[in-house]
T-cell receptor, first 112, second 111 residues
């Protein structure tokens, strides 16, 4: 049931490098989201998008950039990675019928 | 401000015992409440929505607007229920509403 896929699953990068996490969904859901998961913080919203070319900040957007040129893709870019961005990143989408949010398998990012 | 509070970081019970995972929320409008489960750091899976009033894997949750709570309950815990559970909130009727999560409760069911 790979309706929403994230890549890569694991990534190690160095401080200061730019890295892009990919998210692709096959349902044509309008709404997509990026969360980061950290111990003690649960999941926090980074950015979200209501449609192609429409994005907005979430709770913790600093240091991240998103784009949505196509409905099915919602990449997340760390412009200059820092150790504090070491986390597990989850992408999610929501269907218009409102049956809940569907999450990808996550990307575990380590910044060294 | 929207907020979801899960007061217990860890809940440990024995197999067959009842389990209740607490969730309290603060929201000025009409919320849509969810429970998500995450097994071994895998993807989050939707467990329950308060609107559907379903029972999934023996779990139920009732929205109590007076107490602003949405506690998750199961009468007899199983070892396979061991996982991370997240309560989450969104706005009713807003299909793009941001999903706000609590900090999560790790449930450990011992044999």
């Amino acid at each position: 049931d790979a309706g929403i896929t994230q890549s890569p699953r694991y990534k190690i990068t160095e401080t200061g490098r730019q890295v892009t996490l990919m998210c692709h969904q096959t349902w044509s859901h309008s709404y997509m989201f990026w969360y980061r998961q950290d111990l003690g913080h649960g999941l926090r919203l980074i950015y979200y998008s209501a449609a192609a070319d429409i994005t907005d900040k979430g709770e913790v957007p600093d240091g991240y950039v998103v784009s949505r040129s196509k409905t099915e893709n919602f990449p997340l870019t760390l412009e200059s990675a820092t150790r504090s961005q070491t986390s597990v990143y989850f992408c999610a989408s929501r269907e218009l019928a409102g049956y809940g949010y569907t999450f990808g398998s996550g990307t575990r990012l380590t910044v060294v | 401000a929207q907020r979801v509070t899960q007061p217990e970081k860890l809940l440990s019970v024995f197999k067959g015992a009842p389990v209740e995972l607490k969730c309290n929320y603060s929201y000025s409008g009409s919320p849509e409440l969810f429970w998500y489960v995450q097994y071994s750091r895998q993807r989050l899976q939707l467990l329950l929505r308060h609107i559907s009033r379903e029972s999934i894997k023996g779990f139920t949750a009732d929205l109590n607007k007076g107490e602003t709570s949405f506690h998750l309950k199961k009468p007899f815990a199983q070892e396979e229920d061991s996982a991370m559970y997240y309560c989450a909130l969104s706005r009713v009727g807003n299909q793009g509403g941001k999903l706000i999560f609590g900090q999560g409760t790790e449930l450990s069911v011992k044999p």
